[in-house]
């Protein structure tokens, strides 16, 4: 096993976490397929990754799914997205309306930042040292 491929992401709606993801993230969007049961099989990754780790973006069908929708890591980060100029990152999403919970933080490990997704999922923006 060399990597894992997709995490699934439970969201309210396709296209309003498909515009998010790609326009306020910066990710691209792989595939976008109808599976004609009212559900879409809607997979987006950071660009210019080329292959790995990727979301499946699945949208909630039932009570207990909508109720996870936002809190899929209990409040906690959980998600943690690297890049290679923090700063860039850092302000070009400021910019499309990311909702940050801090400011920019300069650790050991690297530069950081928490930001939220449109549901409320906590997400690391980090600049590993």
């Keep these: 096993m060399s990597y894992i491929a997709l995490a699934t992401l439970v969201v ?8 998010f993801y790609t326009d306020a993230l910066g990710f691209e969007l792989i595939e976008d397929t109808d599976r004609g049961d009212g559900t879409r099989w809607v997979v987006v990754r950071p660009r210019g990754t080329g292959h790995g780790s990727a979301l499946l973006l699945a ?3 039932d009570d207990v799914q909508r109720a996870s929708v936002g809190a899929q890591a209990g ?5 943690f997205l690297h890049t290679g100029d923090f700063a ?9 309306g990311v909702r940050f919970l801090e400011e920019p933080r300069h650790e050991p490990y690297g530069s950081v930042a928490v930001f939220e997704d449109l549901y409320g999922n906590r997400w690391d923006l980090l600049q590993p040292t």
């Design 12 to 19: 309210r709606d396709y296209d309003e976490a498909i515009a």
């Design 59 to 61: 949208r909630a069908k």
């Design 75 to 79: 409040g906690r980060v959980g998600f």
């Design 88 to 96: 860039a990152d850092h302000a070009r999403m400021t910019a499309a």
